[in-house]
C-alpha cells in the first residue's frame, strides 16, 4: 500500500496563502497524487489531483516535486470556510484509496 | 444535479443486532465504494461496486457485506454489531470508480451508528 505522511495540524491567518505538505516516498510511477478534504460534520470533498506536472484549479493548486517523493497543496488566499482536514491520497489504477489521518487546518480570522 | 444521499443520517443499535445502511449515488455513476470513519483509525476503505459487481475489499472481517442494485443504489450491511463498530459511514460515488484515474469520488454525509 502506498502511503502518504502529513502534518497533523496547521494554522494559517485568513487571507494568506496556505502550503499544505505531503511526503510519500515510496509513490509508484503510475499513483496520481490526490487531495480532498473534510469539512466538519461532511464527508470528504475532491480539491484536486494531479500525476507529474503542477496542477491548478479554482479551489487550490498542487505543486508535485520533481521526483514525486512529495507534493504540496496550496490555498492561495485562506478563508474561514477552508477549515477542515485536508487528505494527500495516492491512487493507482484498479486500486481503492487509502486516506491518511489528514492535516488539521486552523484558519485564523 | 442531487448529490450522494446516505440514509439514515444517524443509528443507535445495540450489541449482536444487525443493521443496514444505504446510499444513492448521483445519477449516472455506476462505481460505489464505502468507507469507516473513526476517531482513532481515520478513514478506511470497506469495499466498492462497480455495475453490480464487487470489485475491491478492504481489510474488515466478513460481517461487513454490501451490495449494489441496478439502479447502482447501494447498501451495507453488519452483522452481529461489535461496540467498535460504532463510527461514521460514508458512501461515495464515482463516475468510472477504481478504473477511472481521473474520476475523483462524491461523497454522501455518512450514516453515524452508535454501538450500545
Known amino acids: 500500500d502506498a502511503k502518504t505522511t502529513q502534518p497533523n495540524s496547521m494554522e494559517s491567518n485568513e487571507e494568506e496563502p496556505v502550503h499544505l505538505p505531503c511526503n510519500h516516498s515510496?509513490?509508484?510511477?503510475?499513483?496520481?497524487i490526490h487531495w480532498y478534504r473534510q469539512l466538519p460534520s461532511q464527508g470528504p470533498e475532491y480539491v484536486i489531483h494531479?500525476?507529474?506536472s503542477n496542477v491548478n484549479n479554482r479551489m487550490a493548486s498542487l505543486a508535485i516535486a520533481e521526483d514525486r517523493k512529495s507534493s504540496t497543496l496550496i490555498l492561495h488566499r485562506a478563508t474561514l470556510r477552508d477549515a477542515a482536514v485536508y487528505y494527500c491520497?495516492?491512487?493507482?489504477?484498479?486500486?481503492?484509496?487509502?486516506f491518511g489521518t489528514g492535516t488539521s487546518l486552523t484558519v485564523i480570522p | 444535479k442531487a448529490g450522494v444521499t446516505q440514509t439514515p443520517r444517524y443509528l443507535i443499535k445495540t450489541r449482536g443486532q444487525q443493521v443496514t445502511l444505504s446510499c444513492s449515488p448521483i445519477?449516472?455513476?455506476?462505481?460505489v465504494s464505502w468507507y469507516q470513519q473513526t476517531p482513532g483509525q481515520g478513514l478506511q476503505f470497506l469495499f466498492e461496486?462497480?455495475?453490480?459487481?464487487?470489485?475491491n475489499k478492504g481489510n474488515f472481517p466478513g460481517r461487513f457485506s454490501g451490495r449494489q442494485f441496478s439502479n447502482s443504489r447501494s447498501e451495507m450491511n453488519v452483522s452481529t454489531l461489535e461496540l467498535g463498530d460504532s463510527a461514521l459511514y460514508l458512501c461515495?460515488?464515482?463516475?468510472?470508480?477504481?478504473?477511472?484515474?481521473?474520476?475523483?469520488?462524491?461523497f454522501g454525509n455518512g450514516t453515524r451508528l452508535t454501538v450500545t
Open positions: 461515495a460515488s464515482s463516475l468510472r470508480g477504481t478504473g477511472g484515474i481521473n474520476s475523483p469520488l462524491h
Open positions: 515510496t509513490i509508484s510511477g503510475t499513483d496520481y
Open positions: 494531479g500525476l507529474t
Open positions: 491520497i495516492l491512487r493507482d489504477t484498479g486500486n481503492q484509496f487509502y
Open positions: 445519477s449516472g455513476h455506476r462505481s
Open positions: 461496486y462497480f455495475s453490480e459487481t464487487q470489485r
